[in-house]
């Protein structure tokens, strides 16, 4: 069984900063890569951000530089540092992960169970 557990979130001035982190544990044989989405109500899911194994990264158009996503592989844990939030940054953002189970050999696709990020201004 793998879970993805999230830390961060919370309420943040505009401008201001977070930090998430999302832990991948249980049966890994390894991560192909993980991922943050975010959903503000009434709105779809949306990538934010992603990095493979490898260190290779992509971000979402509407990031503009302001985020940075990165990864501790021996951990098997990605972060979102966020820069300079905006008013429509808020949503729930949730940790992705497409992980190769230890028990089975097959990859499988994990979701974390979201926090929530708010902006005030």
């Known amino acids: 069984q793998v879970q993805l557990v999230e830390s961060g979130g919370g309420l943040v001035q505009a401008g201001g900063s977070l930090r998430l982190s999302c832990a991948a544990s249980?049966?890994?044989?390894?991560?192909?890569?993980m991922s943050w989405y975010r959903q503000a109500p009434g709105k779809q899911r949306e990538v934010v951000a992603l990095?493979?194994?490898?260190?290779?990264?992509n971000y979402a158009d509407f990031v503009e530089g302001r985020f940075t996503i990165s990864s501790d592989n021996a951990k098997n844990t990605v972060y979102l540092q966020m820069n300079s939030l905006k008013p429509d940054d808020p949503a729930v953002y949730y940790c992705?992960?497409?992980?190769?189970?230890?028990?089975?050999?097959?990859?499988?696709?994990?979701w974390g169970q979201g926090t929530q990020v708010a902006v005030s201004s």
């Open positions: 990095i493979t194994s490898g260190g290779r990264t």
């Open positions: 249980g049966s890994i044989s390894s991560v192909i890569l």
């Open positions: 992705n992960a497409q992980i190769r189970s230890r028990r089975t050999c097959a990859e499988g696709n994990y």
